[in-house]
Nanobody, 123 residues
Framework: VQLQASGGGLVQAGSSLDLSCKTPGLTFKDYIIAWFRQYPGEDREFVGLIDQDSANIRYSDSVKGRFVVTRSNDKRTAYLQMNSLKPEDTAVYYC?????????????????WGQGTLVTVSS
């Protein structure tokens, strides 16, 4: 099963961009969805997550207050709304899925991944 992340692109600093994560083949409502990002030559880092019924949402300190994670169980899709983008937000963004209720922020806990979508923020 591979998730499908999309919506990346080139934007200017201060602007907004919305990413989507579609989940064909998953019983979407059973999964926590997380977003990670990866800089060249570095490990993936946690950005945000949302649990199965949107009751628990977590963010990394670096994006808190600027990014918003949401989901639509009807559409089987998760979203990452990125506002006030900074050049340091430039990275490949991945969505990932896991079951259970543990609100994991580490890559190792996630079972399924998307292919990544590149976000480039120019100064």
């Amino acid at each position: 099963v591979q998730l499908q992340a999309s919506g990346g692109g080139l934007v200017q600093a201060g602007s907004s961009l919305d990413l989507s994560c579609k989940t064909p083949g998953l019983t979407f409502k059973d999964y926590i969805i997380a977003w990670f990002r990866q800089y060249p030559g570095e490990d993936r880092e946690f950005v945000g997550l949302i649990d199965q019924d949107s009751a628990n949402i977590r963010y990394s300190d670096s994006v808190k207050g600027r990014f918003v994670v949401t989901r639509s169980n009807d559409k089987r899709t998760a979203y990452l709304q990125m506002n006030s983008l900074k050049p340091e937000d430039t990275a490949v963004y991945y969505c990932a899925a896991k079951t259970s209720s543990y609100l994991a922020t580490r890559v190792v806990y996630y079972d399924y991944w998307g292919q990544g979508t590149l976000v480039t923020v120019s100064s």
